[in-house]
């Protein structure tokens, strides 16, 4: 969906340029401006150095005030079926040497770290933590019954165990349960086949590191669809990373993606996104994708 905004943005733009367009200065407040090629915010400076191509040194502040506790719940196939609704395991990530370890926590148990958070408190960067889960009762289940109970009365059969995954409030920790399985990272293990599932994962990582792009630059071939050429560097410059993006996210069975975190068709995006431009631009993708949605014929 947000790859569309971007041609919505655009729009909004463009259509107040014409009288807002003072020695090169588009937009202009408190906040940040928007000149013909670049748009300052402080010390941050996004510039098209071309019609194709831009660069950015922007550092996103969000992940600098994180909080320290972090919340997390273990599945079984990727499900949410270890526990009801807000009864989530917590840890703190706070203090130390940035390394953190739960206990080992039964399937199905709730952990809540009783460590004390003062009010400065942020998670610092590249915090490594590991979580471990005991799978015993669920195995032992497998073994006598053939199937697990989960918390809501649910029956999980030992031949239809696909394995145990994690979901969680902090990145690369989600929960978007059904798309845990496509997180590699976020996939258990039991390396010493004791029944004890773990993985390791670094949180609020470093720039540079699955963080915002620095840089773009056209490498698509755009020119099937509409032009748009101005006067200024900066709005046809992010015209064609629009539509470069909105290529990107076409699948190869030619449904629109949500985003690189987010499989499948998703009702919701697809709407506003064909509203906002897909339906004009991708009329193929945005049928194929509707279609996708209708069940039962």
């Not at 992940?63 to 079984?76: G, N, Q």
């Not at 996939?187 to 792009?213: C, F, M, R, V, W």
């Not at 030619?254 to 996104?273: H, L, M, N, P, Q």
């Amino acid at each position: 969906m947000y790859k569309s905004y971007f041609l919505l943005i655009i729009s909004l733009i463009l259509f107040n340029s014409c009288d807002l367009m003072r020695n090169n200065i588009i937009y202009q407040s408190n906040e940040f401006s928007v000149f013909g090629d670049s748009i300052v915010q402080g010390r941050f400076v996004a510039k098209a150095i071309s019609r194709n191509e831009i660069v950015s040194n922007y550092v996103s502040p969000a992940d600098e005030f994180k909080s320290p506790e972090v919340k997390f719940k273990f599945s079984i196939n990727g499900a949410d079926n270890s526990a009801p609704t807000g009864k989530d395991n917590v840890i703190i990530c706070a203090g130390g040497d940035g390394n953190y370890e739960s206990p080992v926590i039964p399937f199905g148990k709730q952990f809540l770290d009783s460590t004390k958070i003062s009010s400065n408190a942020y998670l610092k960067k590249d915090v490594k933590l590991t979580l471990r889960v005991n799978m015993t009762d669920v195995f032992n289940s497998f073994k006598d019954k053939g199937f697990y109970i989960t918390f809501d009365g649910k029956k999980i059969y030992k031949n239809d165990f696909k394995g145990v995954f994690v979901a969680g409030n902090i990145a690369p920790l989600t929960w978007d349960w059904n798309n845990l399985y496509s997180h590699k990272e976020l996939q258990l293990t039991d390396s010493h086949h004791d029944g004890i599932y773990e993985t390791t994962l670094i949180l609020n990582q470093n720039p540079g590191e699955n963080k915002t792009a620095t840089s773009w630059k056209l490498s698509k071939d755009i020119s099937a669809f509409p032009q748009y050429h101005s006067p200024d560097i900066l709005p046809d410059a992010l015209y064609n990373l629009a539509l470069e993006e909105m290529q990107n996210a076409i699948e190869p069975d030619s449904t629109f993606r949500t985003g690189k975190e987010w499989a499948g068709v998703w009702t919701r995006d697809i709407s506003y996104s064909i509203i906002l431009s897909m339906g004009i631009l991708q009329p193929k993708v945005a049928m194929i994708s509707l279609k996708r949605k209708v069940k039962n014929g």
